[in-house]
Nanobody, 128 residues
Framework: QVQLVESGGGLVQAGGSLRLSCAAS????????MGWFRQAPGKEREFVAA????????DYAGSVKGRFAVSRDNAKNTVYLQMNSLKPEDTAVYYCAADKVAFGGSRWSSRPSQTLEWGQGTQVTVSS
């Protein structure tokens, strides 16, 4: 079973940037698609971004497209989420997720949560 540890969250002003990292261990990282979800207070968890196992394809929620970028470094077993032009509505707990099945793609916007492995989350707060 994979272990996922997120880092990089914090408090930032609107318009600022943050980079989240998610370090994975416990299995061959390069074989699995990875992604990010978030959950704001009082709201359901929502898809943010995903990257295929090989890194060749990515997918984004419409609300973050053009501002966020997901990437992976297979040599470091780490997936990143670069977040630019942050808005107060981006405030949420951000969760790293890993596909349970190897060699998957990045079309994660409607993935059931039970098909993914989850990290513990990292808080991102954007002040206005």
């Amino acid at each position: 079973q994979v272990q996922l540890v997120e880092s990089g969250g914090g408090l930032v002003q609107a318009g600022g940037s943050l980079r989240l990292s998610c370090a994975a261990s416990g299995r061959t990282f390069s074989r699995y698609a990875m992604g990010w979800f978030r959950q704001a207070p009082g709201k359901e968890r929502e898809f943010v971004a995903a990257i295929s196992w090989g890194g060749g394809t990515t997918d984004y929620a419409g609300s973050v497209k053009g501002r966020f970028a997901v990437s992976r470094d297979n040599a470091k077993n780490t997936v990143y989420l670069q977040m630019n032009s942050l808005k107060p509505e981006d405030t949420a707990v951000y969760y790293c997720a890993a596909d349970k099945v190897a060699f998957g793609g990045s079309r994660w916007s409607s993935r059931p949560s039970q098909t993914l492995e989850w990290g513990q989350g990292t808080q991102v707060t954007v002040s206005s």
